[in-house]
């Protein structure tokens, strides 16, 4: 069956970088591949690309089927298509795997060059910096000078903003949503459990668990359903769930109640798909970045460069990138005086809303969008 | 250049206000503009096109928010109740506040906070004390018009005023009045103007910040 305003069936590309890429740390990655997919048509004077950057677990699989017996579309298909809030007939749409990530990117699992073996352990720690140069790298590839846009949730929201504190040239629109400026104690404190819980897995090896033919399955798992208790508010678990039981109480430790049937359901789900070591360095990512650390904290210092204009979206619900965290940046703009919009969205699902269809929510990406200037057609 | 009544009604499709233009008048060309409780835009959509000022609202409502961005208007969604803090001192040439003092909970604070921000201050609102609303005080009735439209279970409005008790409110606070002007069908009134205006429109500065 056709799927209506769907860019229908996509398949991956890989791009091949040779040059060493010094990354923040100081370490160097000698060479290194970043997959991605495209939607849309790039335009004549190349002025419609917008790019889409992922949250913890994202891919560079955005929109689209792989065939049409495919089970489910990208993880942001709702956005994305003809005629959708992100329309790709007026958009060239760019989804990348990020660099350490584990589905096709060069990440720990990948081989290393030197030893032949993966990388593992000695894969390096990667920042929202790093992974937002490597995307200039990618455009470079594609022969874009600038951005239309970047649009980015959570994660992916601080490397829109990281594109326009770093580049501030090559990018005209950024959509922050969901997002924060930086990661408050307790945020952080949720990743540090979600480490524990992987490092602390026997079958871990310090990280060079390929060797052993092994994954850090158990880990993986507490750390997703860790994530998700998270990703949701207390009112949309209760509604979702509530106090509901499978069955009935059967004084046992089993998945008795229906809540805890889900998040076992969606950490062994992770836990047999997602890399460890990638979980491990995209939280780092998230924990280190905060651009005001060179400016003494001050937010509106650091954003003194940045020309874009700019989206910032919020959701009522989300505890974990609260409003709070979203009004900062916004404060930051509106002290230099630039052009911005900012939206809080009433929403129940935590921050999971940034996912879902929400109509208002989508009015308000489709009206940002439909503002949003590009040449003529290809 | 400002915007004649017949250009900005062709380029907008929308009727030409006459406290808009009055709020023009009080702005310098390319002014810095916050209004708060900017509804659909339509002010800053007027303010862009006749004097290029660089606008921001400040709008709570959905539907109204999108109307503004659809406008191409920069909009901030937050309730002006919760304290506007996200705006630095002094940050602003003017900060407007139209038609919108009678329907907040906390008016002394939002006009303190307004002052705080923009170098002047522009507030108007409808004047209660308006010789058509006292006739329907008087007749048993709380007054529905045209400026008021809202009967009393269903109305945003919580600190209607008149003329007279914001005058007073203005002297109290130790807040100057630059101008003030009164109007009523479009018209400037200066005869018996707490009687006979239906709309007061107040330039004000915050003496105790100069």
Redesign the interface.
């Known amino acids: 069956m056709q799927e209506i305003n769907s860019v229908g069936i996509v398949a991956p590309q890989t791009a091949h970088f040779d040059a060493p890429l010094t990354l923040k740390s100081g370490a160097v990655l000698p060479q290194f591949d970043l997959v991605f997919e495209t939607y849309g048509t790039l335009n004549a004077d190349k002025s419609n690309a917008v790019l889409i950057c992922h949250a913890l677990s994202g891919t560079h699989h955005v929109a689209g089927r792989y065939s049409k017996d495919d089970k489910y579309p990208g993880w942001w298909d709702n956005l994305i298509g003809p005629n959708k809030p992100l329309d790709t007939n007026k958009f060239f749409v760019i989804g990348v795997n990020n660099l350490g990530g584990c589905h096709g990117s060069t990440g720990a699992v990948s081989i290393n060059p030197a030893t032949g073996q993966p990388w593992g352990s000695k894969f390096p720690i990667l920042t929202v910096e790093d992974w937002v140069t490597s995307q200039t790298l990618l455009a470079d590839y594609l022969g874009i000078q600038q951005l239309a846009a970047v649009v980015g949730g959570s994660l992916g929201g601080m490397q829109a903003l990281q594109w326009t504190i770093a580049y501030p040239e090559r990018v005209r629109h950024a959509l922050v949503i969901a997002s924060a400026p930086n990661l408050t104690a307790q945020n952080m404190a949720f990743n540090e459990v979600a480490r524990q819980a992987i490092i602390t897995d026997p079958e871990f090896h310090g990280g060079d668990y390929y060797a052993h033919g092994v994954v850090p399955k158990s880990g993986l798992r507490i750390a997703r359903m860790l994530g998700h208790i998270t990703y949701l508010s207390d009112d949309a678990m209760g509604a979702k769930f509530g106090r509901k039981l499978k069955d009935t109480i059967k004084y046992s430790f089993d998945a008795e109640f229906e809540m805890e049937s889900y998040l076992r359901y969606q950490g062994d789900k992770f836990a047999g798909e997602f890399d460890a070591n990638t979980y491990l360095r995209m939280t780092r990512a998230l924990d280190y970045f905060d651009p005001a650390l060179d400016f003494g904290g001050d937010l509106t210092c650091a954003l003194k460069k940045v020309t874009a204009q700019f989206l910032v979206v919020s959701f009522t619900s989300d505890w974990r990138f609260s409003p709070a965290r979203s009004?900062e940046i916004?404060?930051a703009l509106?002290?230099n005086?630039r052009?911005?919009?900012?939206?809080?969205v009433?929403a129940a699902h935590g921050h999971d809303a940034f996912l879902m269809p929400d109509p208002?929510y989508h009015?308000?990406l489709r009206?940002?969008l439909?503002?949003i200037q590009v040449g003529g057609k290809a | 250049m400002t915007v004649t009544k017949q250009e900005f009604e062709k380029k907008f499709g929308q009727e030409f206000r006459h406290d808009f233009a009055i709020i023009a008048s009080w702005l310098p060309f390319g002014a810095?503009v916050l209004d708060l409780g900017c509804g659909d835009g339509a002010l800053l959509q007027y303010l862009k096109a006749s004097l290029e000022v660089?606008g921001?609202g400040v709008e709570k409502d959905?539907a109204n928010?999108?109307a503004?961005?659809?406008s191409?208007i920069?909009?901030?969604?937050?309730d002006l109740e919760a304290g506007l803090s996200?705006?630095?001192d002094q940050?602003f040439d003017t900060v407007i506040l139209s038609q919108t003092l009678q329907a907040v909970h906390n008016t002394e604070g939002i006009v303190r906070e307004m002052l705080r921000i923009g170098h002047e201050v522009i507030v108007t609102f409808p004047n209660f004390g308006y010789w058509r609303n006292r006739r329907q005080i008087l007749t048993g009735n709380m007054p529905v018009s045209k400026s008021l439209p809202h009967q009393w279970f269903n109305t945003p409005n919580v600190h209607l005023c008149t003329i007279n008790d914001f005058d007073q409110f203005c002297e109290s606070g130790n807040i100057t009045v630059k101008e003030r002007l009164v109007l009523t069908d479009n018209k400037p009134v200066t005869f018996m103007p707490n009687l006979m205006g239906n709309l007061a429109m107040y330039r004000l500065e915050n003496t105790q910040l100069k």
């Open positions: 009004r916004v404060k509106l002290d005086e052009t911005v919009s900012y939206a809080e009433t208002h009015a308000i009206s940002y439909n503002n | 810095k660089r921001y959905d928010w999108l503004c961005m659809s191409g920069n909009v901030i969604q937050m996200g705006f630095e940050s």
